[in-house]
């Protein structure tokens, strides 16, 4: 069995009388891709910011690579990367600018033409952030959490707004990320990125996980239960058209 990495268990969050989290319970392996999945307002995102050392649990336990979230939150910090929204930015710097603000709040010193160009965006280098199309604030955000060379690093929706060219793009270097030995964490609205991405989902719902294995075993368990699509399933979707016509080179705006 993999390297347990993150262990929650019995994870609780409360607001007042309200209960976001009900006492979940979930492993994530090392080097894997796992995907936390949920309607919005399920928890999905109070469980990861509970992870990230970003908001306080009510009980239960936490632990990050062997750190205790109670004891050791600064450990884990340490030892994480946290995808900013892009309105996170300042948008008047450019592109190395921005990376030697983030190499110094981590106190790391960062080969940026190397950091860019792992994520396509070294011709971009003296861009301003606010001169960028989205799939390329999308790539920017996830270097940032490379910085400081995490064990981890956290998605949350990185694909929202993207079109299918800069979407698959993206997927390509959230796979490339992982084939380094970075354990990913990701959040998605989007079940066809989930399926192709992910090793392993939760799925979670009004504060529980009411599903947790492989995209393959949890769509065979529906299958066994006599559901059929309405339809005959088709060895291409319409995303798979759009691509073939328009092209797979990834283009800026």
Excluded at 115 to 137: E, R, T
Excluded at 230 to 252: C, M, Q, S, W, Y
């Amino acid at each position: 069995m993999s390297n347990v990495i993150i262990s929650v268990k019995d994870l609780v969050k409360k607001y007042g009388q309200f209960e976001a989290v009900k006492g979940i319970s979930f492993e994530v392996y090392e080097g894997e891709i796992f995907g936390l999945l949920g309607p919005n307002g399920a928890g999905k995102s109070t469980t990861l910011e509970i992870i990230e050392t970003l908001r306080e649990k009510t009980s239960g336990e936490v632990t990050v690579k062997g750190f205790n979230l109670d004891n050791e939150p600064e450990e884990i910090k340490k030892i994480i990367g946290v995808q900013l929204q892009t309105s996170g930015f300042y948008p008047g710097l450019n592109l190395m600018e921005l990376i030697a603000l983030f190499s110094g709040l981590y106190n790391r010193k960062v080969d940026a033409k190397a950091l860019l160009s792992s994520v396509n965006l070294l011709d971009k280098a003296k861009s301003k952030f606010k001169d960028l199309s989205g799939g390329q604030k999308q790539r920017f955000s996830i270097a940032t959490t490379l910085i400081n060379e995490p064990d981890i690093i956290f998605l949350d929706e990185p694909t929202t707004g993207l079109d299918p060219q800069a979407r698959r793009n993206l997927w390509e270097l959230i796979k490339d990320i992982r084939s380094k030995g970075t354990t990913v964490i990701i959040t998605t609205h989007y079940m066809d990125e989930a399926e192709i991405l992910c090793d392993r989902i939760a799925i979670i719902d009004s504060g529980k996980i009411v599903a947790l294995d492989t995209t393959d075993k949890l769509i065979d368990d529906l299958v066994a239960t006599g559901f059929e699509r309405p339809k005959e399933v088709k060895k291409a979707n319409l995303e798979d058209v759009f691509i073939h016509l328009t092209g797979h080179t990834l283009r800026e705006e």
